[in-house]
């Protein structure tokens, strides 16, 4: 028989609620219906962008955003493009490979209509290099970033700038480019440090070693980064941070919060499993445990593909900084 319903007893969740499509219905819409939708990662989602939006609104707040390079090879850069021009974002770390697919894609294009199970001898054969379902012609590529990249180099050398930090080296490269679309150019426009902890595991840095090779006093200041690092973050009255899949962006970002007793809004969008105790799989409350996220935080993990989720995610952010900010 079925169990007697308890008269009087309210329950301690709320209730399952449809999501209301129309023909009006914006981005924002969607993910506000998403919140009390008991969707199994639309309720983390739309925590997610409730999450961002109260980090973007706290004027006490350093913002961090750290991602990979691979989605920059992806029309993704035009979303993280959008957050750096916006001002939506205070400091970002990345890879070296942000720098190499930044560079080329403000001269040359990346194309479309790949697929991951393409034969790679083929492409190979053909000039193109596979990363996931993106094609890149190899001219594009190499050949292109030694050419742009060392004609910074050169400049800086002959201005003086021989032991640059990554950060000035990002700066130099952004206001080389005059692409609109382009992440480095709107950060150096905009005043916001770019760091890459790893810089040497790229097109650029390789570039910077070549360089090296006929200027041995060209070296780059990773330790003179740390040190801007530490005084953005010693000097912020909070932090918060969207971190956008794991690496040594993700890790970076963590590591340096710790020593301000950790982020106090984190968003962390990843497909990959903490099963295996990788960095990249861990939820950002694991992150408490090592007080690089404060226990006292808005935090959240989405598992999630990053160039299918955050075009969705900024939408209905930027939406709600616009509607409000304009009544």
């Known amino acids: 028989m079925p169990r007697a319903k308890k008269k009087g007893k309210q329950s301690d969740f709320?209730?399952?609620r449809d999501i209301h499509l129309g023909e009006t219905s914006s981005v924002n819409d969607v993910v506000i219906g998403m919140k009390h939708s008991g969707g199994f990662q639309a309720r983390y989602f739309a925590d997610a962008v409730d999450t961002l939006?109260?980090?973007?609104r706290d004027r006490d707040c350093l913002?961090?955003?750290s991602f990979p390079a691979a989605i920059i090879s992806?029309?993704?850069?035009g979303v993280i493009k959008e957050l750096v021009k916006r001002k939506l974002c205070d400091v970002i770390v990345t890879t070296c490979g942000t720098l190499d697919h930044d560079v080329a894609r403000s001269y040359e294009p990346y194309l479309s209509g790949g697929e991951f199970a393409m034969d790679d001898?083929?492409?190979e054969k053909k000039g193109y290099h596979r990363l996931g379902n993106v094609l890149i012609p190899i001219d594009n590529y190499g050949p292109l970033v030694e050419e742009k990249v060392q004609k910074?180099?050169?400049k800086m050398y002959a201005d003086g700038e021989r032991e640059p930090t990554t950060q000035l080296l990002c700066k130099r490269l952004g206001e080389s480019i005059s692409d609109d679309g382009s992440i480095l150019h709107w950060a150096a426009r905009n005043e916001i440090p770019v760091f890459v902890p790893g810089v040497t595991d790229g097109a650029v840095g390789s570039q910077c070693w070549l360089f090296y090779q006929t200027h041995k006093d060209f070296k780059l200041d990773l330790l003179k980064d740390e040190q801007s690092l530490s005084e953005l973050v010693y000097s912020a009255k909070k932090s918060g941070a969207l971190m956008l899949?794991?690496?040594i962006s993700k890790h970076h970002t963590l590591w340096w919060n710790q020593f301000r007793d950790g982020l106090d809004y984190a968003v962390y969008i990843t497909s990959a499993t903490e099963?295996?105790?990788s960095l990249s799989g861990a939820q950002v409350r694991e992150a408490i445990s090592w007080g690089k996220v404060s226990t006292k935080a808005r935090q959240v993990t989405v598992f999630g593909e990053v160039t299918t989720l955050l075009p969705f995610a900024v939408t209905a952010l930027i939406q709600r900084l616009s509607h409000r900010t304009s009544n």
């Open 14 to 16: 709320p209730p399952i």
């Open 53 to 56: 939006e109260a980090m973007c």
């Open 63 to 65: 913002k961090f955003l």
């Open 74 to 77: 992806t029309g993704t850069r």
């Open 121 to 123: 001898i083929a492409l």
């Open 152 to 154: 910074v180099l050169s």
């Open 245 to 247: 899949g794991g690496g």
């Open 275 to 277: 099963l295996d105790g």
